[in-house]
């Protein structure tokens, strides 16, 4: 069964830091490149990072570029989420998603139970 | 950045309705498309891949349809279950990854 598992959400201050984790199992995390997408409270999904299989290929929403920086360990199955520079509008619940491409398209196939940040003073 | 739009915001539908919910994209996207239900406290679950294949353990009253710039989700025979938020996404033309801004099915 493929499970997804975030963990180290909290409560932050306005600039500070938060690394969220996401232990996967069930499948070969290294075959699949997977995401990090948020909610804030009340509010539709956003795409946050993206990252594939050996992490060559990174990308990032706007609105954390050079503030989030994803990474993996594909030895220990997790994939990660640092969080710098917080702002209230980060505040969200974090989810990791698997990336599956097949059929000559990609979708978010499995989601973690997603990890809550808050950021305020 | 492709603009995904859903619509309506909100449908109140009684139980055993059909219905039908809409997404544009701000240009084609093939068949690049996916739905997600999103239920309370939960995380989003994916329903409809590739514009109209559903996914593994969806029920047959789920379907999707479209491409280019207009899609749909129909749900045949709405069950309690289904009273939800549903998310259209669009992986054609990314980064980013864009989503629409939901619709939520209410209970009449």
């Known amino acids: 069964e493929v499970q997804l598992v975030e963990s180290g959400g909290g409560l932050a201050k306005p600039g500070g830091s938060v690394r969220l984790s996401c232990a996967a199992s069930?499948?070969?995390?290294?075959?699949?490149?997977m995401n990090w997408l948020r909610q804030a409270p009340g509010k539709g999904l956003e795409w946050v990072s993206f990252?594939?299989?050996?992490?060559?290929?990174?990308y990032y929403a706007e609105s954390v570029k050079g503030r989030f920086t994803v990474s993996r360990d594909n030895g220990k199955n997790s994939l990660y989420l640092q969080m710098d520079s917080l702002r209230a509008e980060d505040t969200a619940v974090y989810y990791c998603?698997?990336?599956?491409?097949?059929?000559?398209?990609?979708?978010?196939?499995?989601w973690g139970q997603g990890s809550r940040v808050t950021v305020s003073s | 950045e492709i603009v995904m739009t859903q619509s309506p915001g909100t449908l109140s539908v009684s139980p055993g309705e059909r219905v039908t919910l809409s997404c544009r994209a701000s240009?084609?996207?093939?068949?690049?498309l996916a739905w997600y239900q999103q239920r309370p406290g939960q995380a989003p679950r994916l329903l409809i891949h590739?514009?109209?294949n559903r996914a593994t353990g969806i029920p047959a009253r789920f379907s999707g349809s479209g491409s280019g710039t207009e899609f749909t989700l129909t749900i045949s025979s709405l069950q309690s279950e289904d009273f939800a938020i549903y998310y259209c996404?669009?992986?054609?033309?990314?980064?980013?990854?864009?989503f629409g801004q939901g619709t939520r099915l209410d209970i009449k």
């Open positions: 590739g514009a109209s």
């Open positions: 240009q084609s996207i093939s068949t690049d």
């Open positions: 990252i594939s299989t050996g992490g060559s290929h990174i």
């Open positions: 069930g499948f070969s995390f290294s075959s699949y490149s």
């Open positions: 996404q669009q992986f054609n033309n990314w980064p980013p990854i864009t």
């Open positions: 998603a698997r990336e599956y491409c097949g059929g000559g398209t990609c979708y978010s196939d499995y």
